[in-house]
């Protein structure tokens, strides 16, 4: 099997730490700042920081619109903390005029858990193997709201946050209100990577099919 190109969206944020985690798992990591970058991965890392500074830079970068064009065709996409916000289709506590790229079906609220002085770590169930993952949050948002074909993956257990969504997946896309970069622990990596492997495969067999029927 091919090593699959993940990209990381390298506008701000945990740039490098995504890099490193997608070369453990096995992928090609590389940084992504302008749409022929863009054009050339397999999938795509949207990273923690700011949600409003990430959107106005990729807008700047001519990016958002293939960013929005490229998750509407397909394109697997993971987004931690920031990124999550980024890929839903629904915001709130945000600024009247924030854009997003979308594609999730999702209601998300912005710094829901509270300030830089509010971050906190917590056990979080996503159903992997191994157990439950140690989640850092840091002025992160959560889910509000998930769609009909939106899968939870996990919420958080105990305290004021309790039963809160902070892991989603709708097909291709998974979203995560934690940073899993910033922890030993690669599960998260290791399935989006798996994503990406399964969607270059589904690819691979449908255009084998296609020159099937062209030389029928």
């Known amino acids: 099997m091919s090593t699959p190109v993940i990209g990381v969206l390298a506008l701000q944020g945990d740039v490098r730490e995504h890099l490193g985690a997608l070369t453990e798992q096995g992928a090609r990591a590389v940084p992504v700042r302008r749409p022929e970058e863009l054009a050339a991965v397999d999938g795509l890392v949207l990273p923690g920081g700011e949600s409003t500074t990430i959107v106005k830079l990729a807008a700047r970068f001519g990016l958002l619109e293939p960013l929005r064009a490229a998750v509407q065709a397909g394109l697997p996409a993971y987004g931690s903390c920031a990124g999550m916000i980024l890929l839903a289709d629904r915001i709130l506590d945000a600024p009247p005029d924030q854009e997003t790229v979308g594609g999730l079906d999702v209601t998300v609220r912005r710094n829901a858990f509270g300030r830089q002085v509010d971050s906190f770590e917590s056990e979080v169930d996503l159903g992997l193997d191994g157990g439950p993952l140690r989640a850092v949050f840091i002025r992160a948002p959560w889910v509000e709201k998930a769609g009909e074909g939106v ?24 979203a995560t209100s934690f940073h899993p970069e910033l922890t030993g622990d690669r599960r998260v990596h290791a399935l989006f990577v798996d994503i990406v492997r399964r969607h270059l495969a589904e690819r691979a067999g449908a255009d084998a099919d296609d020159e099937k029927g062209h030389d029928s």
């Open 151 to 174: 899968e939870v993956l996990g919420r958080v257990v105990g305290g004021a946050a309790d039963d809160r969504i902070v892991a989603v997946r709708q097909g291709n896309l998974v």
